[in-house]
Structure formats: C-alpha cells, structure tokens
C-alpha cells in the first residue's frame, strides 16, 4: 500500500507539472494574471506530491518492506539505520525519485519566496522549472519506477554496497545533486530572460543567490566525496579525475564562472548575454554529469547503476534541454545590449580574465572526459585520458587563476592603472615570493611543485588580507577606525573574502600533500616497530570485531613522536557476508600540521601488510573547502540578496 | 551489469597496491618503477593507474616494469615495451599524435580565441549607445537596488 501510495503521488506530480509547464507560460505572454498565477499553487502541490512519495520510498526502506524491488536489491534488514535511509538514494531509482524532489523544493523556494519577482518573471522561470520536472518525472515513472514490487518477495535483502555504507558517502549524493539542481533555476531564470529579451541588474540580484546555493551545495558535495575517496579506497588519493568526478567538477567551475559574471551585470551592466550562456551552460554540464554517472556510458570506479536504455532517455532530454536552450540563445541574446564601458585594466577586466579561465579549464575536463569516448567512437582506437594528463593540462590555468586573483579582486571598476592600485599588494607579493624561494632552498631535490604551490596559496591568502585592510583604509585611519569600518563591509564583501581565503588554504593543502607526503609499505609481524618522517611506529596488534553487518580485522597501530604517544591508529580490513565484499578503512590521524595515515591489508605468511602514509597539512584542503563554501554562505545571506524578503516592492512590470 | 561493476570494484579498489616483496632493493631503480607505473593504467579496472591497483594483471605489470628497469631500459623504453604488448590503451595520458593534439590544444585555443574576444570586447567604444533608462525605469531600479 505504502509504495503504491508514492507511486500514485509521482503520477499526480506528473500531471501537475505539465500543467505548471504551460499554463502560466501562456498567461505570461497573453498577460492572463490569472494563468500566471497558478504557476504558485502548482509548483508547491508538485514539491508536496513528489515529497509524500519520497517519504513513502523511505518508509519501505525503514521498515525493510522487501515486497518492493528496490529495497529488496539494496536493502537488509541488518543494516544500521543511517544506511537504511541513505540507502534510499545509494541507487538509481531512488537517486533519481531524489533528483526530481529537489527540483520541486527549488521551484517550490521560487514559488513561495519569490514575492519580489515580477509576476511574469516569476511565472516563466516556474513554468520552465516544471518542463524539466515533466522530463524528470517522466524518465522516473516510464524508465526507473522505484515503487515496482516482487511478485514473490525475497526473505531478506541483498543489502547496500559496503562501499556505500558510510557517513561521508551517505550524505554526499544529497549534497551533490542540490548542487546540481540548483543550476535549474539559474538555467530557468536564464530562459525566462531571453523569453522576455530582457537582462538587468536587478535580474542578476533575483539570480545571485541561486547561483550562489547551487555553488556552495556543490563544494560541499565534491568535498565529501573527495574525503570519503581519501579514507575509504585505502590509499589516501583524493582527487582522481574520475569522469564521475568530473561530471560534479565541470559544473562547480562553470558555477564559479556564473557567479563572479553575475556581478559585472549586476554593478555595471555589462556581460548580461554572457552571463545568461554561462546560466545556460552550468545547467547543461549537470545534465552531462547526469548523464555520465546515469547512463553509464563512460563507466568507471562510481559506476554502480548503469542502464543504456536509460542512458538514451537521459540523452534525449539533454539535447533537448541544450540544444532548445542555446538555441533560443542564438535567437534573442543580441537584445540583451550591454552599456558599459570600461577599460582591460579593471576590476571587469579581471572578472573577464576569470571567466575566461575558467570557462577554458571545464573545456579541457570535459574534452579529457570524453575524449577516450570520441576517439572510440571516431577513430576506432581505445585509449585513456587519466590522471597524469589532467595534471599537467589543467593545473596551468589554475595557477593563472590564482596568479591573477589577488590583482583583480582588488582593482577598481571601469578603469584602473595597475601601479596604483596593485601597490598595496606589493608586500604580500614579496611576503610570497620570499615564502617561496625560502622552501625551495630548505628542501633538498624536493619537488619544485612545493615552492610554486605555496607561494600561490600564500599570495592568495595575503592578497585577500590586503584587500580587506585597503578597503577598510587601516592604514590611513588608524588601526581601531580600521576595524570598525571592517565590521561594517557587507556580508557580500566577507563573503568574497572567506571564498577567496579559502581557495588559498585548499591550494596550501594540495601543494603539501603532493610534495611533501612520504610512504611506507612493509609486511609487519605483530610488535613490530618501525620509523618514518621523524615518527615510530609500533604495530600491536589485529583483532577480530564484529559489525552490525560485518566483521573486521582491525589493527592497533601506536604512532610515536620521539617519546609521547600521539596515535592510536585503528586500521581496518571489512568483510560484508551479505555482498561478500571486503572494504578498508584507513586509521587517521589528523592534527592541523599531519596526517598519519595507516592501512590494513592481507595477511602474509608470518605478518600483515602495513601501508604507512605521513601526509603534512592534508586537511587543509577539506578545510579550505568548507571555508569557501562559507564565503559562498555569507555571500547569500547579504541583505541585498535575501531572496525571503518581503513583497514590498512586488509590481507588475 | 551490476555483477560486473561490484566485480571491478570488488578486485580493484581495495587497493593494495604495490606489495613489499615487489619493491626493488635499488632506491633509485624503485623511484622510477613508481613514477612509470602511475602513467599506466590497470587494464581490468577503470580509471585506476597500476601503482594503486589490486588487480592480478596490475601486479604482473609492476613487476614487468621492474624488470625492464633492472635489464637497462631508459623510462621510455619500458613505456614502449608495454604500450607494443598492451596498446595505448595503458597510457593514462595519451602520447601525442595527430588525432590526440584536440586534447591538447583545445585548451591553449580557446584561451587565445576567449582572450582575443574579450579583450576586443573590452575596447569596443560604445558605438551605438543604447537607449538608456527614462527616469521612471531609473527611479524603479534604484528601488529594487537599495531595497
């Protein structure tokens, strides 16, 4: 009853959604208030509908009701209750039932919060929210129903991939897909505006903390699934340039992009057509990276449902949602003029420069991504693009992206002579550059990513400093009137502060752990002692415990530094009976300077293989994530960009 | 399909990797066995380098590697060795040749042709003026923007 329930409650979201894809389009361009109007009342009936039936999903999870074929082919009656509800969207179907949900939860923000959108506005962007609804809904119900029974239900279930059943991975889908749904609604407000053939500041305003939303969801999505890799594959690599990672990548970027363009539109009115392609754009790679992890068409390490038939259905959607939406672009992008001027040298000049850069480095993860995949297809040769080629064709633009960063965030608009306004740079300049020489001198044939790295990270950080400390004129008012004037700069300014700083910090954590990691691999017998990197360690011993749902070797491993005992690291080696699938995971130790990083593997003859790791600074690069994305957090709450404020000035336009 | 994606993971990504009795005793010989492995790819795993892999195939790369090296091979010959065995399909960064230079050159191109663009965009001088705001339209956008 329960999953029939959610089944006839998507059906209803289905049909609600086409209403709500065309009336309020049409009373939008007759000028039928009422038609427009009805795009509220459906958009929040569609989140309720497809919200009751993800409840219904999770209930038969809850309750391991294993009449229904989803649950019985990831679920398990032992299962921990975390993985039971997070096993909900560990598949497809239920990725998918949780995709469409926050769809409506974005449209149905739109439809309740919106009040200060003009009423035809508001009344495209939910009406193109709900045409993609209709796509989703109708790929759920005809391709990848979750509510299907057995006819003969299983005595238990075949339980969720061990992978799978861990507190980083269980929330990282939800994380992730916010941030890409969130770009519907940049890519619907970007639709809207070329429907109407109009872009101005206040648009950008409407769409800022969107754009921002979708973003900072995003990091921390990417964030979780780039720790959960690091702990949990038994290695400690956490960036492997997937093509299921850069499906997630390639949309964070453009995101970047879309944002910073945002403002030029917003303070000086310019960039608006660019800005509305990059809207279109940021869209456009979350629908690729739908497709890329959906349809299994560039399989890989994440692949864990893949369906072709599926797959044409996603690709069908893609064109149409691509290539309808660059070609209304084509049509009515020349009415969006641009007015102002302003000279290379300028903040809109650097704003440029990033946009550039970045749009430029997506180009090159996705031509890397589906390049094996083309030249298959084309020249009929198998071939890979991995790693080491992100590596070397990437890194480049980001190092002129941070390179530039600091310069350009401090510029002034329309024009600006570089002297006067880079001199207060000039000391995190040397700062950095005297930072740099000095580590590339102490290290002795290191490599010389090391020095580079944390120059950059150094002057990032620095020039970000510097940026507040001009802005809030400390040195010309005195140190306390300084700071009172800091208090004082908007949330949108700290926001770009925190964003930036913490770049700096995950460009610190990276160029660290690249450079300066070492590594120790033996086959230890218990008592065994060994050093490394100025730590002992002494291995004490292997126990069997038992799970929930698995048993475990787990190793006690006590790390030393000369005397003092810092660690006491617990490797693990898992077996899941139900899967019959081992899984490791590593004993961390984490302070602010290290990472002591052990891992388990097979016994051998008289002893147990040890993989030992120093890792300096490595969370840094976590931290400076979660930094950023609290930049992007203060950035929305700026008064300005409250898109919960009241209907004072709702007018129709 | 769900078989064979558990299978991948289930042989590749419970990485163990280079095991102990593989390390040569050569730390010089041992440094570069590790660099070439990470540019060669598992071939029954995806996207996973030789030097992280568990797979059986993996390990008896490795251990190829290590013998070329240890018979005089230059990097690049021991490369050579494997991609006239393997394929270029073992490469994770593909050699350069004619029909791979899109892979490298879309980068580069598109930052001239986006800089070209944006820098004539930013000396354009304001040929056509466009209509500019009547008051009641400013009036309304200061509105909006103060609010």
Sequence with gaps: MIAELGHLSVIIAFMVAIVQSVIPMIGASKGYVGWMDAARPAAIIQFLAIFFAFIMLTVSFITSDFSVKLVASNSHSLKPMLYKVSGVWGNHEGSMLLWILILAFYGALVAVFGNRLPIILKARVLSVQAMIGVAFIAFLLFTSNPFERLSFPPFDGKDLNPLLQDPGLAFHPPFLYFGYVGLSMTFSFAIAALIQGSVDAAWARWVRPWALLAWITLTIGIALGSWWAYYELGWGGWWFWDPVENASFMPWLIAVALLHSAIVVEKREALKSWTVLLAILGFSFSLIGTFIVRSGVITSVHAFANDPERGVFILLILIIAIGGGLTLYAFRASSLRSGAIFSPVSREGGLILNNLLLVVSTIVVFVGTIWPLVAELVLGRKLSVGAPFFEIAFTPFMVILAISLPLGAILPWKRAQIKRAGSPLIGALSLSLALGLLIWSLQTGGRILAPIGLALSAWVILGTLTDLIVRCRMLENGFFAGIRRLIKLTRADWGKAFAHIGLGLTIFGISAITAWETEDIRVAKIGETFEMSGYTFIFDDVTKVNGKNYSSDMGTISAYEGKKLVAKLKPEKRFYPVQRMPTTEAGINSTFKRDLYVALGDFQNDGWTIRTYVKPFAVWIWIGCLVMAFGGLMSMTDRRLRFASTNKIRRKI | ?147
Excluded: H
């Design chain 2, 1 to 147: 399909m769900f078989r064979v994606a558990f299978f991948i993971i289930f042989i590749c990504s419970t990485a163990w990797a280079v095991e102990p009795d593989e390390v040569l005793s050569n730390v010089e010989y041992e440094a570069r066995a590790r660099a070439i492995s990470k540019d060669l790819r598992c071939l029954v795993c995806r996207n996973e380098n030789i030097d992280s892999s568990n797979a059986g195939i993996a390990k008896d790369l490795r251990i190829l590697v290590r013998e070329r090296i240890q018979k005089g091979d230059s990097n690049d010959q021991v490369i050579d060795f494997i991609i006239d065995r393997y394929g270029e399909y073992v490469l994770l960064n593909p050699k350069i040749s004619f029909e791979n230079l899109i892979l490298w050159l879309s980068g580069p191109f598109f930052l001239i042709i986006g800089g070209i663009i944006g820098w004539r965009y930013t000396r354009q001088k304001n040929k056509e003026s466009p209509k500019s705001l009547n008051e009641k339209e400013k009036k309304r956008l200061d509105e909006i923007l103060n609010d």
